[in-house]
């Protein structure tokens, strides 16, 4: 309900995440990732203090006040903010019904992400039960959770999620609330005997999740937010060599990493190696998935300092994608590489076969130096043996798996600096993005970024291609 909530006061006052976060006095992309449900902090925290002051001062500076006070339910200004927040986190205090026609119900939702922990913070359901329930990893639900990936391509798996979720709900007692959320009225299930058919309220619930038409559209729209509110970080203080990688992984001369946490390992002391050498060029690809690099957010973090670092002393770096991935997985791939790309440094494409389900493999090669090597079984992330090389005989071979990847691949992105916007051909609303141009060409999708850094972002994937043209549709359409 926070989520929705938090969308409802966008909703009501019709503002953007950038009008808040100057006058909440906090980045652009913690407002995002706060509407999205990516966070969602407690009641002490903060950053909640400050998204409810900023939503107050907008509101008092556009003479919108009376729409916070009748959602808080108080009169006068120091009361309001306790009021704000007393609404935002309780459950059975929805949005009052004179304004609801104001409100698309079906946009508080749009997402498998967003339904995913309306469910979940409907039910008080943690990631560690529902994956215990589905048999699945921690890092599966907290990655769908924050719509990184969604089990559209699973169905199998997400028919043990709809079960897990229905049961806990129905177990907790919230099934009224739940046929609310999916907007069907629970009077329409009570049989003779006023008991609820579960089966058929299943059956519907079961529908709404697995309805992923709007998917694609939010992470479009996700990144375009990215795009928009994107301020180059590259040349900011980043801690020495030394305290980003400990001397005893940099020194180390283990040639077999096992699991995770070997692989981070491995990364560290190749990347840090990559710092200290003055390594010339890295190769990279890897089409497991991305639980290891981002789960982590120490790890995280350091893994960005060392590209950072790589990039500003001129390590080229070339990175392969995979056309398979799914769009949400893609995008935050795009996402997380954006500070990277705009250096300059980088290259990135997408191999066009199809990588399989099987096996999972990944090369990250420096030529004449060092490389990570791994194939393992789909699944076996954490037990794989990853393969720390550094004899010519092995360089030379990976070398040349490597370019036989590229010789089916194709650009992914190029990103240029400075603006070349086409106001003609642009189909984005400057109301939603004031920031940004979007054109749709044959076989490209082109973005300007009119804002310091002014960027031409050009994308090729066909996935991402497709994926912008059913935003394009579906925002032509709710215009």
Request: aromatic content about 10%.
């Amino acid at each position: 309900m926070f989520q929705k909530k938090i969308k409802i006061l966008f909703d009501i006052l019709e503002v953007s995440n950038q009008e808040i976060s100057r006058y909440a006095g906090c980045s652009p992309s913690g407002i995002s990732r706060l509407k999205s449900g990516a966070r969602k902090p407690g009641p002490a925290s903060p950053t909640v203090d400050k998204f409810i002051n900023g939503v107050i001062q907008y509101a008092a500076a556009h003479n919108k006040s009376n729409l916070l006070i009748d959602i808080a339910g108080v009169s006068g200004e120091e009361s309001l903010h306790t009021g704000i927040k007393k609404w935002l986190y309780d459950k059975n205090n929805h949005y009052p019904d004179k304004h609801s026609k104001n409100i698309d119900k079906d946009s508080c939702y749009p997402s498998f992400s967003e339904k995913l922990n309306g469910v979940m913070n409907l039910c008080e359901m943690s990631n560690v039960k529902l994956a215990r329930a589905v048999n699945v990893d921690t890092s599966y639900i907290s990655r769908f959770r924050k719509g990184n990936r969604s089990p559209k391509s699973n169905p199998e798996l997400l028919d043990r999620i709809c079960t897990a979720l229905f049961e806990y709900t129905a177990l907790k007692g919230h099934l009224p609330e739940l046929a609310d959320m999916i907007q069907i009225p629970i009077s329409s299930f009570y049989d003779s005997s006023n008991n609820i058919k579960t089966d058929e309220l299943y059956l519907r619930f079961h529908i709404w999740m697995d309805d992923f038409s709007a998917n694609d559209q939010y992470a479009i729209k996700h990144l375009l937010e990215t795009i928009d509110t994107f301020t180059s970080n590259i040349n900011i203080d980043i801690p020495p060599l030394e305290h980003i990688v400990p001397e005893d992984i940099l020194n180390d001369k283990t040639d077999i990493y096992q699991g995770i946490t070997g692989l981070q390992r491995a990364v560290l002391r190749f990347l840090g190696c990559a710092v200290r050498d003055h390594y010339d060029e890295l190769l990279l690809y890897s089409d497991q998935g991305m639980e290891w690099m981002v789960e982590n957010e120490d790890f995280r973090k350091r893994w960005a300092a060392l590209m950072a670092l790589c990039v500003r002393q001129g390590t080229h770096i070339k990175i392969i994608h995979n056309i398979d991935r799914d769009i949400t997985e893609m995008i935050s791939a795009v996402e997380s590489w954006m500070p990277l790309y705009t250096s300059g440094m980088i290259k990135s494409y997408y191999n066009r076969k199809s990588c399989g389900t099987r096996f999972k493999h990944t090369i990250f090669l420096c030529p004449d130096r060092a490389c990570i090597a791994a194939c393992h079984t789909n699944g076996m992330d954490n037990k794989s043996i990853y393969n720390y090389y550094t004899e010519p005989i092995y360089l030379d071979y990976m070398k040349e798996n490597y370019e036989s990847l590229l010789l089916d691949s194709d650009s992914l992105a190029t990103i240029e600096q400075g603006g070349n916007a086409n106001a003609e051909n642009n189909i984005i609303s400057q109301d939603d993005f004031s920031n940004l141009s979007l054109s749709i060409l044959q076989n490209k999708v082109i973005i300007t970024k009119n804002s310091m850094p002014k960027l031409t972002i050009t994308f090729t994937h066909p996935l991402l291609c497709n994926a912008f043209q059913a935003y394009a549709e579906y925002t032509k359409q709710h215009r």
